[in-house]
């Protein structure tokens, strides 16, 4: 006996429209795209300040994986001098049509649990557009966070792992 199809799993309530309501940073901080300008250093020191498992002293790696990134939103603590300390990143590769791997989402230790994340994650949203999917691979430490703010879980996923 066949088994019937089931349809897709549906968007939240209020789908695009509802990441884009969440694009909203927490007082003191600002948003911004700077692929192709974010200093590797600054990246490095987030990183290590967030906790995410990168290889933060390959620094030729890291500036390779900054270069080929076409969408890079930054969170920055608020000054009115212009740019300040750089708190949190979501670094991805995307077609900006259909498609989005949200490669890194890395924010400061100190910064943790005060929306900078979820509005990272919204910003990136709300840039590739409602027809664009939004795919991001959790670290073991971060998976009961991302259902929290919105996402959904998936089982179908492949990989073929990198050599170093």
């Avoid at 990246?43 to 995410?52: A, K, N, P, Y």
Wanted: net charge positive; glycine share 10%; proline share 8%.
């Amino acid at each position: 006996m066949e088994q019937p199809v089931q349809p897709p799993p549906q968007s939240p309530p209020g789908g695009h429209a509802a990441w884009v309501a969440q694009a909203v940073p927490p007082p003191g901080v600002v948003l911004a795209r700077e692929e192709g300008r974010l200093d590797v250093a600054e990246f490095v020191e987030v990183i290590r300040r967030s906790g995410l498992n990168r290889p933060v002293a390959q620094t030729e790696r890291i500036a390779a994986m900054l270069a080929h990134a076409n969408l890079v939103v930054t969170a920055r603590e608020a000054t009115a001098g212009g740019q300040g300390r750089l708190i949190g990143v979501a670094r991805s590769l995307t077609d900006f049509a259909y498609c989005c791997y949200l490669s890194d989402l890395c924010v400061d230790a100190a910064w943790q649990g005060k929306g900078v994340g979820r509005a990272l994650v919204a910003e990136t949203k709300r840039i590739v557009g409602p027809g664009s999917m939004l795919l991001l691979l959790s670290a073991p430490a971060a998976m009961d966070y991302y259902p929290r703010i919105g996402m959904e879980r998936v089982a179908n996923g492949f990989i073929i792992r990198r050599d170093g």
